[in-house]
DNA sequence: ATGACAATCAGAGATTGA
């Protein structure tokens, strides 16, 4: 099973490349971060048409996220658990059933600058909740992933750049510690236990010729149960993507399972 | 030190992103 994230960055502007990709990829479930649309304006009949049945959780103007799976999507939820006055669409859950049943987390977790202030806050706690969900769904020893645009750059090697990093929101220590809380919980990172080697990046930035320089920060990252991941068999990332017509800041990351 | 670039909503320019 072939199951790819992407923050598309608006749902609207992204269409035509998006479908490029999915006719190309072939992803059995796409976990799609930044819709950047309300449920109903989200244009799932042209989804529904390749075959893949659809769940959104989005919100007017920003965040937003869904699921697009080919075998049906169960037991979807909506947020993540932890704070009912969250307003932000960044979370959702489904199990989808192959060989074997898995429970997919599709995330987009705060970005979190300007630091200190009240997104870095919001930020930290969002991420405190991830943690606690992951020790629920552990504690059910069910297979799941968590998969998504973190905004987290795990270690220097994941950026082109790192000193650039230094005092941002994505690679604070504070950051990265509750980062490594959440993988330390006993979760595999799909894509580093696949491939060891620097200067692979799943974001360039649109400004200051990022894409032309190889500027890269890696921020879309696989989280796998010790059951899921078992069952990995690869990891990549769609690097090409970046290059085309009207891209993403972000491009496509992707894993196979053998389920 | 700032802005650079892109998207959204709205219908200009502020806000957000990373």
């Known amino acids: 099973m072939k199951i790819a994230s992407f923050n598309i960055n ?3 502007a992204r269409l035509p490349a998006l479908m490029d990709w999915l006719d190309e990829a072939q992803p059995d479930v796409a ?3 930044e819709i950047k649309s309300i449920d109903e304006n989200f244009p799932r009949e042209v989804f529904e048409d390749k075959g893949y049945n659809v769940a959104t959780h989005g919100q007017k103007s920003f965040n937003g996220v869904a699921l697009l799976s080919k075998l049906p999507l169960e037991d979807v939820t909506r947020g993540l658990p932890g704070d009912d006055d969250d307003e932000q669409a960044r979370y959702i859950e489904a199990t989808v059933v192959g ?8 995330l987009y977790l705060p970005n979190g600058n300007p630091v200190p ?10 991420m405190d909740r991830l943690r606690a969900r992951a020790e629920d769904l ?5 297979p799941f992933l968590m998969a998504g645009d973190y905004n987290i750059i795990p270690q220097p ?3 082109a750049r790192p000193q650039d990093w230094i005092e941002d929101a994505l690679f604070r220590p504070e ?5 490594r809380k959440i993988v330390n919980l006993g979760l595999t990172e799909a894509f580093r236990v696949r491939n060891q080697a620097p200067e692979h990046y799943t974001f360039w930035d649109f400004q200051r010729g990022a894409w032309q320089r190889n500027d890269g920060i890696r921020i879309d990252h696989f989280l796998l149960s010790p059951e899921c991941a078992d069952l990995l068999t690869d990891c990549q990332i769609d690097k090409e993507v970046r290059g085309r ?4 800041d972000h491009v496509p990351i992707w894993i196979n399972l053998a389920a």
């Open 245 to 248: 017509e009207k891209p993403s």
């Open 10 to 12: 608006g749902i609207k």
């Open 157 to 159: 090697e994941d950026a």
């Open 117 to 126: 202030g009240p997104k870095y806050d919001y930020k930290l706690a969002w």
């Open 138 to 142: 552990l504690a059910e020893e069910m």
């Open 31 to 33: 976990i799609l971060q």
């Open 175 to 179: 950051s990265r510690e509750a980062w």
């Open 99 to 106: 060989d074997h049943a898995v429970r997919i987390c599709g």
